[in-house]
């Protein structure tokens, strides 16, 4: 089993910066993909970004590519998703993931979720 515990969200003004990690525990935690999702009341989860295992490769919703970036230090089993010139529109409880196979922007393909952190960006 993996369980991730996500913390660094809060209350921003607009144009600031947060960064949120989430810290992985389990069995073989850091041989699978990550990624973070948010969610807004009244909303659907959406992808915001995703990291191979390895880090090789990253992907990123449009919606913030260029603003976001997704890290990993696996030596600490900690995913990281840097998050800068903060929007409104980026308010929403974030998630991350971990998942295996297939493709990184859908959720049904991570198995094991965090419980969330609340972002907060104000006008």
């Known amino acids: 089993q993996v369980q991730l515990v996500e913390s660094g969200g809060g209350l921003v003004q607009a144009g600031g910066s947060l960064r949120l990690s989430c810290a992985a525990s389990g069995r073989a935690s850091s041989t699978y993909a990550k990624g973070w999702f948010r969610q807004a009341p009244g909303k659907e989860r959406e992808f915001v970004a995703a990291i191979t295992w390895n880090g090789g490769n990253t992907d990123y919703a449009d919606s913030v590519k260029g603003r976001f970036a997704i890290s990993r230090d696996n030596a600490k089993n900690t995913v990281y998703l840097q998050m800068n010139s903060l929007k409104p529109e980026d308010t929403a409880v974030y998630y991350c993931?971990?998942?295996?196979?297939?493709?990184?922007?859908?959720?049904?393909?991570?198995?094991?979720w965090g419980q969330g952190t609340q972002v907060t960006v104000s006008s």
């Open positions: 993931a971990s998942g295996g196979a297939g493709s990184m922007r859908e959720a049904v393909q991570y198995a094991y």
